[in-house]
């Protein structure tokens, strides 16, 4: 019990206002953000001041626009900026973010809830659907005449979360099936049988409805290890911003919900989706992705099983080639562009 106590001390030590502080002493903005990126704020239902980030395109007429969703304990620019050796700060150049916007697409995303820059009670959430509000909240910023450069109405939206964010995503391309023009899901949390066995988690399970309503944000849940990149794991262990304690009751209950809910309704996905999963993953169960590929009602639907792969898909090695797909698959989903009227009068003589 001492042990939990004292955890429990350090993990709401990491205030929002602490968070911010440390990422904003940390790099200059300039780091993370290239030339022309952007922080933004906006309120939530919740009434916290979410983080948004927006690195728009470096042509005049973007392609589109991809909204990335980062994992579970992660933060965005955590999860999709380079990484430069461990416990350095990551940076935009030679990132995902840099090579789509290179590409022709403007990206942008939220530090969810209780993650980075973003308010909330650290690695902490009341209700799953908190995550996908705000990011529904993101995107109708997006696509409205207001907003940043780079973005607004009329550019074809596409999805891109990796674990929790997959899941996140996917929820939202269920709540709004017309949002996206594709989704993309990498190694996505759909499942978490396996999680359910590891450690003393299958003794915490039949109690844990319980533990969430006494002790709700006591951090005891299991978190597993990286065996497979000792490196990551120490980039992890030394980030002050990453959420590297066992995870709080309560937001373990509501993972576990969110699978549970999704389990059921995997036909109703009409989104068009690519999926990719290692079978070697042992942080999130591939079966879920495999089942959400048998079972969408979606023709447009692809599953990669990336076995050189673990699980952190935009940084374990060769994770170039799988952006590379990633950006020739959403080119090839890509509405084809009306001819200019001059050239549609010359066609017609």
């Keep these: 019990m001492g042990g939990v106590l004292r955890t429990l001390r350090r993990v709401n030590a990491h205030t929002c206002q602490r968070r911010r502080e440390v990422l904003d002493t940390r790099q200059p903005q300039r780091e993370f953000l290239g030339p022309d990126g952007s922080i933004a704020y906006f309120k939530n239902a919740q009434g916290y001041e979410i983080a948004s980030y927006y690195w728009p395109a470096k042509t005049a007429t973007p392609k589109g626009i991809i909204i990335i969703v980062h994992g579970q304990g992660a933060y965005l620019v955590y999860e999709y900026c380079r990484t430069v050796g461990v416990g350095n700060p990551k940076r935009y150049d030679g990132s995902w973010v840099q090579m789509m916007n290179d590409a022709g697409y403007s990206v942008a995303g939220i530090d969810n809830q209780g993650t980075g820059r973003s308010g909330g009670l650290f690695g902490y959430v009341e209700d799953f659907r908190h995550f996908v509000d705000d990011l529904l909240q993101l995107c109708k910023t997006l696509q409205a005449s207001g907003a940043p450069q780079g973005f607004g109405p009329g550019l074809p939206l596409f999805g891109l979360g990796a674990s929790l964010g997959g899941c996140i995503a996917l929820q939202a391309s269920m709540r709004q099936p017309s949002l996206f023009q594709g989704l993309v899901l990498l190694a996505p949390m759909l499942s978490l049988e396996r999680v359910k066995r590891r450690g003393a988690n299958w003794l915490l399970l039949p109690i844990s409805h319980v533990l969430s309503a006494l002790v709700p944000t006591w951090p005891i849940v299991a978190t597993p290890k990286n065996h497979t990149y000792p490196e990551l794991q120490a980039d992890w262990d030394t980030d002050p ?18 699978c549970d809910w999704l389990a059921p309704r995997m036909e109703s996905v009409s989104t068009p989706l690519i999926i990719f999963h290692s079978e070697n993953d042992t942080m999130t169960d591939p079966d879920g992705s495999k089942e959400l590929y048998a079972r969408a009602q979606v023709k447009d639907k692809t599953l990669r099983l990336v076995n050189t792969f673990w699980h952190i898909l935009p940084k374990e090695p060769s994770n170039e080639a799988v952006l590379s797909e990633v950006l020739s698959w959403m080119n090839a989903r890509l509405a084809p562009r009306p001819a200019p009227v001059k050239a549609l009068a010359a066609a017609a003589r």
């Design 241 to 258: 911003v990453s959420y590297h304690y066992p995870t709080r009751v309560r937001i373990a209950c509501q993972l576990l919900a969110a």
